[in-house]
């Protein structure tokens, strides 16, 4: 059993998602590694990594819009220490994932062909993210 790790900083331009998927791809490759599992951990509680869709950006837009309305600034949350958009953030976040965990296959992502991996920023402004790979197998 070979266990590899990595830590990747991700840039986030504000809300919205971030295809890490080939920066995820690239740790798995130099893990050797080419049957196990790969667990992706952000280190965060205002964004999210989620598996979705990589072929319609409409996808990612409604995803967006729905979180928005699901956890809204304008409801009348106590926490608000960095902002009107912090707690619903944390809210998002806590609806959404903070780990993925992805089956590797011939030494690849075993994502199927619509899939892509994503930091999904709940704030507003950029931020710069912390997300580690864990990679396990043989």
């Known amino acids: ?9 991700i840039s986030t331009p504000g809300r919205g998602a971030v295809d890490i998927t080939s920066r995820i791809a690239d740790v798995v490759a130099e893990s050797g590694i ?19 869709e990589n072929a319609d950006p409409a996808v990612l837009r409604d995803l967006g819009r729905f979180f928005e309305e699901l956890a809204s ?11 009107p958009d912090d707690m619903p953030a944390h809210a998002r976040c806590a609806v959404m ?30 931020h710069e993210r912390r997300v580690i790979v864990h990679v396990t197998g043989i």
């Open 1 to 9: 059993m070979k266990i590899h790790q990595a830590e990747l900083v």
């Open 34 to 52: 080419t049957t196990g599992l790969a667990t992706v951990f952000i280190r965060h509680t205002s964004a999210s990594l989620v598996i979705q």
């Open 73 to 83: 600034e304008s409801y009348p949350w106590e926490h608000d220490a960095e902002g």
């Open 97 to 126: 994932r903070t780990s993925e965990q992805i089956p590797i296959v011939r030494a690849r992502l075993g994502l199927g062909t619509w899939q892509g991996i994503y930091v999904w920023e709940h704030r507003r402004r950029p």
